[in-house]
């Protein structure tokens, strides 16, 4: 029984002087992550700033057990 890793999508926003902010939604698929930068993308953002998906290993894994 393999143990398989679940990646887990995180929105990232970076400030204009090095600063990162890490939203606490995250995204089952990197398909529902891009979604949301569309939608972020659609209000008017302050220069320098810049949004992207980050993928992230789940704690929790596949085990093959059906608890």
Do not use: H
Not at 15 to 28: A, I
């Amino acid at each position: 029984m393999a143990a398989t890793a679940v990646l887990v999508w995180f929105l990232v926003i970076a400030g204009p002087q090095g600063g990162m902010v890490l939203l606490p939604t995250t995204f089952d698929k990197r398909e529902q992550c891009i979604a949301a930068i569309t939608e972020y993308q659609k209000q008017p953002t302050p220069a320098g700033w810049s949004v992207q998906c980050v993928p992230s290993a789940s704690p929790f894994t596949d085990n093959g057990s059906a608890e």
